[in-house]
């Protein structure tokens, strides 16, 4: 990296000093132009493949999605505008916030076996 920065400066102090024209009448600044514009797509970042996203990090993304609506679902129950709810509405929250936890049990328990059960294989 420090060599390409190198030459790049190299090529633009000679493109700052360059005439229009050399002895072979090419127009040296087009000529530096293309050379910086070549070295810089050579160094440019290429894009890494996507990795395969497998079953277990499926469900690591989903506990992670799940675990901040289960905590602000909990907080909201400890608000005054859960308390104006009316009993049905309130009691089929906290059902709902129960089988989120359920949910996020099961899905730890999985992940747990099915990461154990990987690294048996691995040994």
């Known amino acids: 990296m420090k060599k390409f920065k190198v030459e790049l400066m190299e090529l633009i102090n ?3 000093k360059s005439n229009y024209s050399n002895n ?7 000529r530096v132009f293309k050379e ?6 050579e160094m440019a970042v ?5 990795k395969e996203i497998t079953y ?17 679902l909990i907080e909201f129950q400890e608000t005054e505008t859960f308390k104006k709810l009316d009993d049905f509405q309130r ?3 906290f059902v709902q916030c129960y089988f989120m936890q359920k949910y996020l049990e099961v899905l730890n328990t999985r992940i ?4 154990e059960l990987k690294d048996k294989k691995i040994k």
């Open 24 to 30: 072979n009448g090419e127009l040296k600044k087009d």
């Open 91 to 93: 009691y089929h929250l």
């Open 46 to 50: 290429k894009p890494e493949e996507p």
């Open 112 to 115: 747990s076996y099915e990461v």
């Open 56 to 72: 277990i990090d499926r469900m690591r993304i989903e506990k992670n999605d799940l675990c901040p609506k289960i905590n602000k």
């Open 14 to 16: 000679e493109l700052e």
């Open 36 to 41: 910086l514009k070549e070295r810089v797509e």
